[in-house]
C-alpha cells in the first residue's frame, strides 16, 4: 500500500535547496565548500572559511636530491551575505497536494535563490579573472573566440574533462546558430533545452550553459599613449604613465597586455615554465585614476620572473606599451570559461534562534537553515529558509571570460 508524502516546511526545505542546487548555472559548476566547522553551532556575517589551495612544484634534473619548501597555503573565503525567502500558511493549507506544494513554494523559491546565488558570484568574480577572448562590445559569433579560449586554459595546464562554459542567451544564440548540429545533440536534447543546458562536448568545453545573470564589464575611459614607467618592474603593480592627463581612469575589471614583439610580455606554462608565445593578460585589481598622466596600476597576476609561481618570461621594458582590452567606456558582457576549482563557494550554518523551530539541511557542500513558527491567535505559521555564503577567486588561471 502506498504511503502518501506529508507536506511539511522541512521537506520544503530539503527539495529547495535540491531543486536550487540543479536550477543554478554557475554555481553547479564551481566548488563548493561547507563550514563544518559551523554546522552544529552556527556562524554570522563576517565569519570565514578556509580553503587549501594545490602545491606547486619545480622540477629537478641530474642525480642529487634537491629538496623544495613545503608551502602550504589557505585562503579564506568571507561569508559575505544573508539571503532568505519567507512564506506563511494556515493549517488548513498545509494539507495541500504534493503537487501544489512544488508549484506554490518549491519551484519559485528554488528558482529565486538559485538565481540569487549565481547573480551574486557572476558580478563579482568575473572581476578577478585576467585572462580574456572576444571584443568588448561585439557578440561573438566566431568559433575561435571560445577554442581561443579553451587555448588559454591548455596553457595554463587546466584538465580538459572538466570545462564549463556560461554565457547569456544573446551569446548562446550567436554561438548555437553558427553551430546548430554541434549544439543540439540528439541524444540529449530533451534534457538540454528543459535544464538550460546549451550543449556538451563543443569546441573544447565539456558543458555550455546559458544564466540570465552574466554581468556587464562598464571599462574604464583613457586616453592617451600609455607606457611603463621604468625597466624591472616586479610584483603586484605596474608603474606606467603617457595617459591622458587628467581624464583617463581604468575601473576594477579591466584587462590589458603589455608591449609586443620584443618587448612584449609573454606568459608561461605552469608546469613547463615555458613561454606560451602569448601576451600574458593582466586585470585591474581597483578602481584608479591617473595623475597627471601617471598611474600605479593595481594587477593581477602579479609579475613574477621565476620560480614555481612564475607568471612571465621576463619584466616589462621601459616603454613597452600598455593596451587596454575594449574602447574606451565600452560596456561588455562577461562570458565565463572556466575549471570548477577556479571559484569557490562557502556555505555555512546560520546561528540558530531562540524560539521556534529550526532545521539545517546541508548537500552537496551547500547549507540552508530551515525556521518556522506558529501564531496561536491566527492559525499561521511562518516559515523561511536563509542561506550565508561568500564567494572567491581561488584559482584565476583555471578561468577565462568571454567578452561580448
Same mark, same amino acid.
Given at each position: 500500500?502506498? %504511503?502518501?508524502?506529508? *507536506?511539511?516546511p522541512? $521537506?520544503?526545505?530539503?527539495?529547495?535547496?535540491?531543486?536550487?542546487e540543479?536550477d543554478?548555472?554557475?554555481?553547479r559548476?564551481?566548488?563548493?565548500?561547507?563550514?563544518?566547522?559551523?554546522?552544529?553551532?552556527? &556562524?554570522?556575517?563576517?565569519?570565514?572559511?578556509?580553503?587549501?589551495?594545490?602545491?606547486? $612544484?619545480?622540477?629537478?634534473?641530474?642525480?642529487?636530491?634537491?629538496?623544495q619548501?613545503?608551502?602550504?597555503?589557505?585562503?579564506?573565503?568571507?561569508?559575505? #551575505?544573508?539571503?532568505?525567502?519567507? $512564506?506563511?500558511y494556515?493549517?488548513?493549507?498545509?494539507?495541500?497536494?504534493?503537487?501544489?506544494?512544488y508549484?506554490?513554494?518549491?519551484?519559485?523559491?528554488?528558482?529565486?535563490?538559485?538565481?540569487? +546565488? =549565481?547573480?551574486?558570484?557572476?558580478?563579482?568574480?568575473?572581476?578577478?579573472v585576467?585572462?580574456?577572448?572576444g571584443?568588448?562590445?561585439?557578440?561573438?559569433?566566431?568559433?575561435?573566440?571560445?577554442?581561443?579560449?579553451? %587555448?588559454?586554459?591548455?596553457?595554463? @595546464?587546466?584538465?580538459?574533462?572538466?570545462? &564549463?562554459?556560461? %554565457?547569456?542567451?544573446?551569446?548562446?544564440?550567436?554561438?548555437?546558430n553558427a553551430?546548430?548540429?554541434?549544439?543540439?545533440?540528439?541524444?540529449?536534447?530533451?534534457?538540454?533545452w528543459?535544464?538550460?543546458?546549451?550543449?556538451?562536448?563543443?569546441?573544447? +568545453?565539456?558543458? +555550455?550553459?546559458? =544564466?540570465?545573470?552574466?554581468?556587464?564589464?562598464?571599462?574604464?575611459?583613457?586616453?592617451? &599613449?600609455?607606457?611603463?614607467?621604468?625597466?624591472?618592474?616586479?610584483?603586484?603593480?605596474?608603474?606606467?604613465?603617457?595617459?591622458?592627463?587628467?581624464?583617463?581612469?581604468?575601473?576594477?575589471? #579591466?584587462?590589458?597586455?603589455?608591449?609586443?614583439? @620584443?618587448?612584449?610580455v609573454?606568459?608561461?606554462?605552469?608546469?613547463?615554465?615555458?613561454?606560451?608565445?602569448?601576451?600574458?593578460?593582466?586585470?585591474?585589481?581597483?578602481?584608479?585614476?591617473? &595623475?597627471?598622466?601617471?598611474?600605479?596600476?593595481?594587477?593581477?597576476p602579479?609579475?613574477?620572473?621565476?620560480? @614555481?609561481?612564475?607568471?612571465?618570461?621576463?619584466?616589462? @621594458?621601459?616603454?613597452?606599451?600598455?593596451?587596454?582590452?575594449?574602447?574606451?567606456?565600452?560596456i561588455?558582457p562577461?562570458?565565463?570559461?572556466?575549471?570548477?576549482?577556479?571559484?569557490?563557494?562557502?556555505?555555512?550554518?546560520?546561528?540558530?534562534?531562540?524560539?521556534?523551530?529550526?532545521?539545517? *539541511?546541508?548537500?552537496?557542500?551547500?547549507?540552508?537553515?530551515?525556521? #518556522?513558527?506558529?501564531?496561536?491567535?491566527?492559525?499561521?505559521?511562518?516559515?523561511?529558509? #536563509?542561506?550565508?555564503?561568500?564567494?572567491?577567486?581561488?584559482?584565476? =588561471?583555471?578561468?577565462?571570460?568571454?567578452?561580448?
Amino acid at each position: 500500500m502506498a %504511503v502518501n508524502s506529508v *507536506v511539511t516546511p522541512t $521537506w520544503i526545505g530539503r527539495e529547495v535547496l535540491a531543486v536550487a542546487e540543479n536550477d543554478c548555472r554557475f554555481v553547479r559548476g564551481i566548488r563548493k565548500k561547507l563550514g563544518d566547522e559551523f554546522v552544529e553551532g552556527g &556562524t554570522k556575517l563576517g565569519a570565514t572559511v578556509g580553503v587549501r589551495l594545490p602545491q606547486r $612544484w619545480v622540477t629537478s634534473k641530474g642525480q642529487a636530491f634537491t629538496g623544495q619548501s613545503i608551502n602550504d597555503q589557505i585562503v579564506y573565503v568571507t561569508i559575505t #551575505d544573508q539571503a532568505n525567502i519567507g $512564506w506563511g500558511y494556515s493549517s488548513v493549507q498545509s494539507t495541500l497536494e504534493i503537487q501544489d506544494a512544488y508549484e506554490r513554494y518549491v519551484n519559485p523559491a528554488a528558482a529565486q535563490m538559485a538565481n540569487t +546565488w =549565481d547573480k551574486d558570484g557572476l558580478s563579482r568574480l568575473y572581476q578577478d579573472v585576467y585572462q580574456a577572448q572576444g571584443t568588448p562590445g561585439t557578440v561573438p559569433v566566431s568559433n575561435s573566440t571560445y577554442i581561443n579560449a579553451g %587555448v588559454d586554459l591548455t596553457n595554463s @595546464a587546466v584538465p580538459k574533462n572538466s570545462r &564549463t562554459m556560461v %554565457v547569456n542567451a544573446l551569446m548562446g544564440a550567436a554561438i548555437a546558430n553558427a553551430n546548430f548540429t554541434l549544439f543540439n545533440p540528439q541524444k540529449a536534447i530533451s534534457d538540454a533545452w528543459r535544464d538550460g543546458m546549451l550543449a556538451s562536448d563543443a569546441l573544447q +568545453w565539456k558543458e +555550455w550553459w546559458e =544564466d540570465v545573470n552574466i554581468f556587464p564589464h562598464v571599462y574604464g575611459t583613457y586616453s592617451g &599613449t600609455p607606457t611603463v614607467n621604468g625597466a624591472g618592474q616586479t610584483g603586484s603593480s605596474l608603474i606606467t604613465q603617457a595617459w591622458g592627463s587628467g581624464v583617463s581612469a581604468l575601473n576594477k575589471g #579591466d584587462v590589458f597586455t603589455i608591449g609586443s614583439g @620584443a618587448t612584449g610580455v609573454y606568459s608561461v606554462n605552469p608546469q613547463s615554465y615555458q613561454s606560451t608565445t602569448t601576451l600574458q593578460k593582466f586585470v585591474v585589481t581597483s578602481n584608479i585614476n591617473d &595623475t597627471t598622466g601617471a598611474m600605479t596600476i593595481p594587477i593581477s597576476p602579479p609579475i613574477i620572473t621565476s620560480g @614555481a609561481y612564475q607568471t612571465v618570461v621576463a619584466s616589462p @621594458a621601459s616603454g613597452a606599451t600598455i593596451n587596454v582590452l575594449g574602447a574606451t567606456g565600452a560596456i561588455s558582457p562577461q562570458g565565463l570559461g572556466f575549471n570548477k576549482e577556479a571559484f569557490v563557494m562557502a556555505s555555512v550554518a546560520p546561528v540558530m534562534p531562540n524560539q521556534g523551530k529550526a532545521k539545517i *539541511v546541508k548537500k552537496n557542500g551547500l547549507a540552508i537553515r530551515l525556521w #518556522d513558527g506558529s501564531d496561536i491567535m491566527t492559525d499561521q505559521h511562518p516559515s523561511r529558509i #536563509d542561506s550565508f555564503y561568500g564567494f572567491r577567486t581561488i584559482r584565476a =588561471d583555471w578561468a577565462v571570460r568571454i567578452q561580448s
